[in-house]
C-alpha cells in the first residue's frame, strides 16, 4: 500500500523555523516528483513547492521563495521542508503528495503548522 | 502561469447528477488537469486526470459514478447517483514547467 505520513507539525513562533518530514512507503521513492500543498483553516488548496526525482530541481510559490527550502533523501524515503522566518499567515495543514506526471496522485494524512506568539 | 476557475458552490439532490466546471485560463486551454475530492475534515483524495480530448483516467477505488468530459477551456467532472459521501469540496489542478496550480474549489451540497 501506497503510504505518505507527515510530521513535525506544531506551534511555533513568528521568525521561528521548523522542518517538516514525509516518511514514504509502497513504492518506488525515486522515480517520482513530490509536492508540499499547504491549506489555511477554512481555505482551499495552496500549492506551495515541488522537487523533481532526483532533487536536483525544485520549484516554490512566491508566497514562500527565499524562506522555505524542499528537499528529500532517496536513500530514506523521505520528503522535507525547512521552513524559516514563519509568518501568521504560514498557519495552515502542509500535505506531502505524490506527482505521476499527469498531476497528483496520492496524498498524505497532513501536519498542522500554527505560527502564534 | 495557468490560472484554474471554479465555481464557489453547487448543490444536487441524492440521486440526481451533478456537473462541476473547471476552467483554464486563456492561452492554456490545451493544459491536463487533475480532480480532487475532500470530504470534510479529511485530507484530499485523487478522482482522475482530463486531457482537452475528454480522456479520462480515474484512480484506484473511484466509483464508476465519477466520469470526466472537456470543450475547449472547460473541463468537467460529473457525479451521477449522487450519493451523500460525495457532499465534499472538489478542487481541479493544473501545472506547467514552474508551478503547480489548484483552482479555489467548489463545495458541493447533496440536498
Known amino acids: 500500500e501506497v503510504q505518505l505520513v507527515e510530521s513535525g507539525g506544531g506551534l511555533v513562533q513568528p521568525g521561528g523555523s521548523l522542518r517538516l518530514s514525509c516518511a514514504t512507503s509502497?513504492?518506488?521513492?525515486?522515480?517520482?516528483?513530490l509536492h508540499w500543498v499547504r491549506q489555511a483553516p477554512g481555505k482551499g488548496l495552496v500549492w506551495v513547492s515541488r522537487?523533481?526525482?532526483?532533487?536536483?530541481?525544485?520549484n516554490y510559490a512566491d508566497s514562500v521563495k527565499g524562506r522555505f527550502t524542499i528537499s528529500r533523501d532517496n536513500a530514506k524515503n523521505t520528503l522535507y521542508l525547512q521552513m524559516n522566518s514563519l509568518r501568521a499567515e504560514d498557519t495552515a495543514v502542509y500535505y506531502c503528495?505524490?506527482?505521476?506526471?499527469?498531476?497528483?496522485?496520492?496524498w498524505g494524512q497532513g501536519t498542522m503548522v500554527t505560527v502564534s506568539s | 502561469q495557468p490560472v484554474l476557475t471554479q465555481s464557489s458552490s453547487a448543490s444536487a439532490s441524492l440521486g440526481s447528477s451533478v456537473k462541476l466546471t473547471c476552467t483554464l485560463s486563456s492561452g492554456h486551454s490545451s493544459y491536463i488537469i487533475a480532480w480532487h475530492q475532500q470530504q470534510p475534515g479529511k485530507a484530499p483524495r485523487y478522482l482522475m486526470n482530463l486531457e482537452g480530448s475528454g480522456s479520462y483516467n480515474k484512480g484506484s477505488g473511484v466509483p464508476d459514478r465519477f466520469s470526466g468530459s472537456s470543450s475547449g477551456a472547460d473541463r468537467y467532472l460529473t457525479i451521477s447517483n449522487l450519493q451523500s459521501e460525495d457532499e465534499a469540496d472538489y478542487y481541479c489542478e493544473t501545472w506547467d514547467s514552474n508551478t503547480q496550480v489548484f483552482g479555489g474549489g467548489t463545495k458541493l451540497t447533496v440536498l
Open positions: 522537487i523533481n526525482n532526483d532533487g536536483s530541481s525544485t
Open positions: 509502497g513504492f518506488t521513492f525515486s522515480s517520482y516528483w
Open positions: 503528495a505524490r506527482n505521476i506526471g499527469a498531476g497528483i496522485d496520492i
